[in-house]
C-alpha cells in the first residue's frame, strides 16, 4: 500500500478486501483518508467506494470481526456505516450523476470507480487505493495501488485545489463545492488554482439553493482551522462572504475624515481570530473573536475635534449575536449565551489596565466573567493587533497586571461564580413575604455591597446589612437569625 498505515489500520483493510473478494465486488479507498494519509495528516475517517451494494459489503465487513459492529445504513442513499475502535469506515456503491438546475441533490446511477472519481470535488479527494486482493469482471488484483487519474498528488505536493472536470460545472453543479475549496485551502494551507477560483466567482450566486446548516458546517470547519483567515479572505475574494455573511462584509474599508482615519475592522477581525486560532481550539471562543466588533459598522460616528468613535458597540454587539446564530443555524443555547457574554465583555480588562484601578472594578470583572474569565483573557489578548513592538509590548504586560490583581482578589474575596450568602428563599421565611420585587431588591444590595467592598462575603454582614436595608425599606423581621 503506497500510504502509510497503521498495524491495526492494515488489519481492517484486509478484512475489507476479504469480504469484498467474497462477493465478488471490487472496493477501494477513497477520498479524504487516502489524502490525509499522504501528506501526514491524522484521520480515523475512511470511505470505501465499492463496485457493486455498499450496503451488503458493509455487513459483510462488520461479521469478520467479534463482537461485530453494528452496522448503519441507509437504503434510499446505498450507504452504510460502521465503527471499529476509533475509526469510522463508510460503505457506498460507486456512482455516476447528473444535476438539475435548482438543486445539489443529484440523480444518482450505479457507475464505475472511474465515473466515482470523475464526480468528485477536487483533484486531491480523488486519490484511490486498491484494496482487490484477486482479479474481478470490474478490477484487476492489485492490492495497493494508488489509482490517480487526475494527478491529485501532483497536486497535493504544490499544494493546489483544483476540480477533476470543469470548475463551472463542478460549483454548479453542487455549490457547497466553493465552500469547502475555501475550507481545505484553510485547513490545508493550499491555493486555489485560477480557473478553479475564476469559476468560483462567476458561481457564487449559487450558493443560494444550498440549507443554510450545511454552509455554517463548512464555516465552522474554516474557524476551526490553523489560520482562519486564509478562508475567510477567500470567500471575500469571490463574493460568497457577502451573500453568506453580509454583516461580515460591513466591517471591510477604512473611511478619513478631517485627517482622521480607522483601521479596517474586516481585516483586524480575522488577525484576531488568527491570533487566538493560535492559543485555542474552541470553536465557540473563536467565534466571539469573528464577533466581537461585529457592530462597529452600526455604532461608528464622528466626533469633530476628537475622530471616529465605537461607543457601546460591544453591548450593541452582544445584542446582535442571538440574531446572528439563529440566521446562521448555529445552537440557541448556552453556546450562544458564551458568545454574547464574550463580546459584551471584551473592553473591560483592557480598562482595568489603568492606574489605580479599584478592587470594587476587579470584582465586578471577576463577577461577570465566571469561570469564562480565562477565555475572555485569551479573546482580549488576541485583540491586540498593533504593528508597533513596543505597543503590543505594553499591552501584554497591563493585561499581565490585570490577570495578577484579579488573581490577587479573587483569592481575598472569592467571588468569581459568586453565590449570594443570603438566598430569596431565605429573604422571604424572614420577612414573611410573598414573591414580589423587594425581594430582588434586597438581594440586589446585598449583591453590589459585597463588590463594592462596603462589607465582606460572609453571611452574617450579608445579613447584619440586610436588616438595616429592610429597615429602610419598612420591612421588619418575623423570623429570627437562626
Not at 183 to 200: D, H, N, P
Not at 341 to 364: F, G, Q, W, Y
Not at 453 to 466: K, L, Q, R, S, V
Amino acid at each position: 500500500m503506497d500510504i502509510s498505515c497503521s498495524e491495526k489500520e492494515l488489519f481492517i483493510f484486509k478484512k475489507i478486501a476479504h469480504a469484498a473478494a467474497e462477493l465478488g465486488m471490487p472496493c477501494y479507498l477513497i477520498g479524504g483518508f487516502v489524502r490525509d494519509k499522504i501528506i501526514g495528516r491524522p484521520t480515523k475517517d475512511a470511505d470505501i467506494v465499492c463496485v457493486g451494494d455498499g450496503i451488503a459489503l458493509a455487513k459483510a465487513v462488520a461479521k469478520r470481526f467479534h463482537p461485530a459492529p453494528h452496522v448503519n445504513y441507509f437504503k434510499n442513499f446505498g450507504t452504510a456505516h460502521i465503527k471499529v475502535d476509533d475509526m469510522d469506515i463508510e460503505f457506498v456503491g460507486a456512482r455516476k450523476e447528473s444535476y438539475r438546475y435548482h438543486s445539489r441533490k443529484p440523480d444518482v446511477l450505479p457507475g464505475t470507480l472511474e465515473d466515482d472519481q470523475n464526480r468528485r470535488d477536487f483533484t486531491i479527494n480523488a486519490l484511490a487505493i486498491s484494496l482487490n486482493e484477486r482479479a474481478l469482471p470490474a478490477g484487476q488484483a492489485d492490492y495497493g495501488r494508488l489509482i490517480d487519474p487526475f494527478d491529485g498528488i501532483h497536486d497535493l505536493k504544490k499544494k493546489i485545489i483544483r476540480t477533476p472536470a470543469d470548475p463551472e460545472l463542478t460549483f454548479s453543479d453542487d455549490p457547497l463545492r466553493m465552500m469547502r475549496a475555501a475550507r481545505f485551502a484553510s485547513q490545508l494551507g493550499c491555493t486555489i488554482e485560477k480557473k478553479t477560483f475564476e469559476a468560483m466567482k462567476n458561481d457564487a450566486h449559487r450558493i443560494s439553493i444550498v440549507s443554510q446548516e450545511r454552509i455554517t458546517d463548512e464555516l465552522n470547519k474554516i474557524i476551526l482551522s490553523p489560520k482562519p483567515s486564509v478562508g475567510f479572505l477567500l470567500l471575500y475574494e469571490c463574493g460568497l462572504l457577502h451573500i453568506i455573511f453580509p454583516k461580515m462584509i460591513d466591517l471591510a474599508g477604512a473611511e478619513y475624515k478631517d485627517g482622521h482615519g480607522h483601521k479596517d475592522n474586516f481585516h483586524h477581525t480575522l488577525q484576531v481570530l488568527d491570533n487566538l486560532a493560535q492559543k485555542s481550539d474552541d470553536l465557540w471562543l473563536r467565534w466571539a473573536a469573528l464577533l466581537h466588533d461585529i457592530a462597529k459598522p452600526v455604532t461608528k460616528r464622528f466626533e469633530e475635534g476628537h475622530g471616529w468613535t465605537f461607543h457601546g458597540h460591544e453591548v450593541i454587539g452582544g445584542r446582535m449575536v442571538p440574531k446572528i446564530f439563529a440566521k446562521m443555524k448555529l445552537p440557541q443555547n448556552e453556546k450562544m449565551l458564551f458568545v454574547r457574554k464574550m463580546v459584551e465583555l471584551h473592553l473591560r480588562p483592557i480598562s482595568l489596565t489603568k492606574e489605580n484601578i479599584t478592587d470594587s472594578a476587579i470584582r465586578r470583572l471577576l463577577f461577570d466573567a465566571g469561570d469564562d474569565f480565562e477565555s475572555l483573557m485569551l479573546l482580549c489578548e488576541a485583540d491586540i493587533t498593533s504593528k508597533n513592538k513596543y505597543k503590543v509590548k505594553k499591552y501584554q504586560e497591563n493585561f499581565n497586571m490585570v490577570r495578577y490583581r484579579c488573581k490577587e482578589v479573587e483569592e481575598k474575596d472569592h467571588v468569581r461564580n459568586w453565590q449570594p450568602p443570603i438566598s430569596g428563599e431565605m429573604i422571604m421565611e424572614i420577612f414573611g413575604l410573598r414573591p414580589s420585587k423587594p425581594i430582588g431588591d434586597l438581594k440586589n444590595a446585598i449583591k453590589e455591597a459585597i463588590l463594592d467592598g462596603e462589607i465582606p462575603n460572609t453571611y452574617e454582614a450579608a445579613y447584619n446589612f440586610m436588616i438595616a436595608k429592610a429597615k429602610v425599606m419598612g420591612l421588619t423581621p418575623v423570623t429570627k437569625e437562626s
